[in-house]
């Protein structure tokens, strides 16, 4: 059976290459978060940002918790925040990304559906940007990242219910701001159900 990242970082205090396996376990998934929220070039650096800092600070990681992954995206986030202050930049920059989207055998419906896709994940994009940041913040790690409201809130340093009022009042704003000028726009956040506790 794999050790808990607690038993992990508690060894490493000891045996500091002991480490890596933290790294091993949690490199791809914080790289893919950063990419989505910086320039992908900047990413590689930025992930050894975070895993420097957390190398930095594994005496405060409480041994007890079984995985890292909310303490790690709390640190992503802050080094985010950090390397740009600007938000809203990063999210026009990703809006000249096609949102993916599967297209119909018609050429002439797949190119009116491209445009139409293009033009609404602009609109999302923007909307995401203009979004205060603890709740563009919140609204980005459960969507895009798929954490828990109790991962987010540790991930955050916030109480669970402070992330579940966040993320209603991101999603209003949202659909508020991706509606305006079309009224059949509908804004997915995540591809599952999130009702409940997720």
């Not at 491209?114 to 979004?131: F, S």
């Amino acid at each position: 059976m794999e050790e808990s990242d607690g038993a992990v970082i508690a060894d490493s205090l000891e045996t500091p290459g002991a480490f890596g396996a933290i790294f091993d376990r949690h490199g791809s998934t914080l790289l893919r978060f950063l990419a989505r929220r910086v320039d992908p070039a900047e990413a590689e650096d930025l992930l050894g940002d975070v895993f420097r800092i957390a190398f930095e600070r594994r005496s405060a990681f409480e041994p007890g918790r079984a995985s890292a992954r909310p303490w790690l995206y709390g640190i992503a986030t802050n080094v985010v925040a950090k390397h740009h202050r600007s938000e809203a930049r990063r999210f026009r920059a990703m809006a000249r990304v096609p949102a993916g989207r599967p297209l119909d055998e018609d050429p002439a419906e797949r190119a009116v559906a491209a445009a139409d896709a293009g033009a609404r994940w602009t609109r999302v994009i923007d909307a995401i940007g203009t979004l205060p940041e603890a709740e563009r913040q919140v609204l980005l790690l459960f969507a895009w990242e798929e954490l828990s409201y109790d991962e987010i809130a540790l991930a955050l340093d916030i109480p669970v219910g402070t992330v579940r009022s966040r993320l209603s009042r991101g999603r209003a704003r949202l659909a508020a701001l991706t509606r305006a000028g079309d009224t059949i726009t509908d804004v997915p956040l995540t591809s599952c159900d999130a009702g409940g506790g997720r």
